[in-house]
């Protein structure tokens, strides 16, 4: 579950991609298959296997389906959604589990999603303030850990400038849409990553 986490994480924000949701088909379509495979078929384990009640590997293959028909909605959850928290919780996992340059690169993903989430508030007709603050908020620290990090690891890497030139792109086109407080907010944040690609 983690693994599938972690990559729906690094997918584009939207529909996941058809060789995921094909690769996702496939593994289900082999828990099936091995509900219906004769005992004999199996490999010889230490014990003698005996085969479980189709009801109870139909509910397994069920029960996987559905979990990740949850983390898609989880994924595509934004703030003020009721799976939201799930979302945040998974991210911060993923964080701690990494280390080094992975920890920080993790970190900057979850700033730029935290961007497309403020972009999708926006877009709403029942964008609320708050919830669009608390995000900025959550992206500039994202970004800053993430960028002290990657500083200590890998000292001018060329992801920092990368990182930053994708979020200008993300981040200035909501200017004119934000709020006093919160466009002060994006333009010291984006004074803030402009420093990052200004030349050595």
Known sequence: MLDH????????????????????????????????EPVAERPRRSRPARRRPLL?????????????VSSFATYQAVPGDSLYPLKRAAETTLVRLSSGAERGEREL??????AKEVATLLG??????????????D??????AGIERLERTEPRSPKIKKFARDQQEVVEPMLDQLGEADLARAEDYLDYIEGLVAPE
Not at 7 to 24: C, I, N, V
Not at 56 to 68: E, Y
Not at 139 to 144: F, H, I
Request: glycine share 2%; no cysteine.
């Open 56 to 68: 109870s590997q139909l509910a397994a293959v069920g029960l996987v389906a559905a979990m990740m």
């Open 139 to 144: 992206m500039e620290d994202s970004t800053r």
């Open 5 to 36: 986490l972690t990559e729906l994480q690094e997918l584009p924000f939207g529909a996941p991609e058809p060789a995921f949701k094909e690769r996702l088909r496939a593994e289900l379509l082999s828990l099936a298959q091995e509900a219906d």
């Open 124 to 137: 709403s007709t029942t964008a609320d303030a708050p919830l669009i603050n608390k995000t900025l908020k």
């Open 109 to 114: 993903d979850s700033a730029k999603t935290r």
